[in-house]
């Protein structure tokens, strides 16, 4: 399970735990996040701003 | 079409200032129109950062150099755009569409101003006054962490969001905080005082020692850093002060070239200035009169004007839009009310020493219209954004 994080905003996405409010469950790859997600905190879409790799 | 005409089509959208707001409307527009010429102008160096991390990043052990994810090659190759940068942009000509910069002029076919703004300075005596920092830009913060170099206490003027982020920050880096503020309780502007209340005794238990309800009359130097005389009289010590007291817009460029400014250069909806092909967005700018600060608004607003910029006049809309507040020790989430109403603290739910919640009602139909959050309590923003949104449409709806 990895960590990401917004280049914009610093919004970390923890794999782990997912974002159950956004209906990504616990555990949801980045990968497998749906291409319209966007940055709960700064609206950042998925593809403007590949999330960085802060921790595997 | 003769050449003339060609070469006037081809002149380039200029875009002034390579911050949050200059970049992303850059990146839309460049999604939408894959041929037309941009100019980006820098004053410094180009560098693409997260700016909210400013605030966040000592914890994470990053310095300036690892905020900047992107430089302005990097930039310019993304974008597929001339940035220029270490630019000073010395006026604005609207009638011939033309800008000075650096004592040549540059032609624009569309004019972008996203200059930001300055940080707040207050009138404060003393001989360690002028050497109280602010950081609102990458090569502020690389300042600010050379100046914390070998110290071990920092005075921060302010309890807004960046002050007290800034302090939760520096107090999980092992730094002693103290944190000023004239207003009776931090995030006065955000949270209600019985909300704020929670959250500075939370951000108290973690170390940060808060001076509420106090100003700063004086910073002297001593010895080994400043004494900060109180308006009380009260004094204290820090190795390093740092003023987070709020934003200026940089509006003299456009107030120079005649371009109307009131809180900031004051827009329409779409972003359009006073004068025709001259847009403004992000700090600098008072959207129908308005400055709307932090990201999200910033975001909303570079995707409508790309779109206008593209040959498709957008209205901004901006739908509910949550500030997050990023203190480990009591994240907070605020959705500002606009217009009157009555908060309502809601103490049932949570922890109520170290959470609170509360829900702002409208004076009239009683609709939820804005809601504060702090510590566990976060965790309802989801849902507490899905009513707000259900109320905004069907309010809309009538």
């Known amino acids: 399970m990895k960590i990401w994080e917004c280049v914009i905003c610093g919004f970390r996405y923890d794999e782990a735990l997912g974002l159950p409010e956004a209906g990504l469950a616990p555990g949801t790859r980045w990968d497998d996040v749906p291409e319209d997600w966007i940055c709960p905190d700064c609206a950042t879409g998925k593809h403007d701003f590949e999330m960085q790799l802060v921790s595997v | ?398």
């Open chain 2, 1 to 398: 079409m003769s050449s003339n005409e060609s070469n006037q089509m081809q002149e380039p959208v200029v875009i002034v200032g390579t911050g949050l707001a200059g970049y992303t409307v850059a990146r839309e527009l460049r999604k939408l129109d894959a041929a037309v010429p941009m100019i980006l102008l820098s004053q410094d160096n180009g560098s693409f950062y997260s700016k909210p991390m400013l605030s966040n990043a000592l914890a994470m052990k990053k310095d300036a150099r690892a905020l900047a994810s992107f430089d302005a090659a990097a930039m310019a190759q993304q974008l597929n755009a001339e940035v220029r940068t270490h630019q000073r942009v010395e006026r604005i000509l609207p009638g011939e569409h033309k800008i000075a910069v650096d004592g040549e002029p540059l032609r624009y076919s569309k004019l972008v101003l996203a200059t930001g703004a300055d940080p707040r300075r207050l009138r404060i005596d003393g001989d360690g006054a002028d050497q109280i920092l602010s950081v609102n830009d990458l090569a502020d913060y690389d300042r600010f962490r050379q100046a914390l170099a070998g110290c071990a206490s920092v005075a921060i003027l302010g309890a807004g969001l960046i002050g007290c982020e800034f302090a939760n920050d520096l107090c999980a880096a092992g730094y002693a905080v103290s944190l000023i503020d004239p207003a009776g309780s931090p995030l006065a502007r955000l949270l209600p005082e019985r909300v704020g209340a929670v959250f500075e005794k939370a951000l108290g238990e973690r170390g940060v020692r808060f001076h509420i309800g106090r100003g700063v009359a004086a910073v002297d130097r001593v010895l080994s850093g400043y004494r900060l005389t109180l308006d009380n009289g009260e004094a204290v010590v820090a190795d390093v002060v740092l003023s987070a007291i709020g934003l200026v817009p940089r509006t003299a460029l456009a107030s120079d070239a005649g371009i109307v400014v009131d809180q900031g250069i004051r827009t329409d909806a779409w972003c359009r200035t006073s004068a025709e092909d001259v847009y403004a967005l992000g700090d600098c700018a008072a959207l129908e009169g308005k400055v709307q600060p932090y990201v999200l608004p910033i975001m909303h607003a570079a995707r409508a004007l790309a779109r206008t910029l593209s040959g498709q006049p957008t209205r901004v809309e901006f739908p509910v839009m949550p500030v997050v507040i990023k203190t480990p020790a009591a994240p907070a989430v605020v959705v500002v009310p606009e217009g009157e109403g009555e908060w309502r603290i809601d103490s049932a739910s949570h922890d109520t020493v170290h959470s609170a919640r509360a829900v702002c009602h409208h004076l009239h139909s009683g609709q939820p219209i804005g809601f504060a959050l702090v510590g566990a309590a976060t965790a309802d923003k989801a849902a507490l954004l899905k009513e707000l949104a259900a109320a905004a449409a069907a309010a809309a709806a009538v």
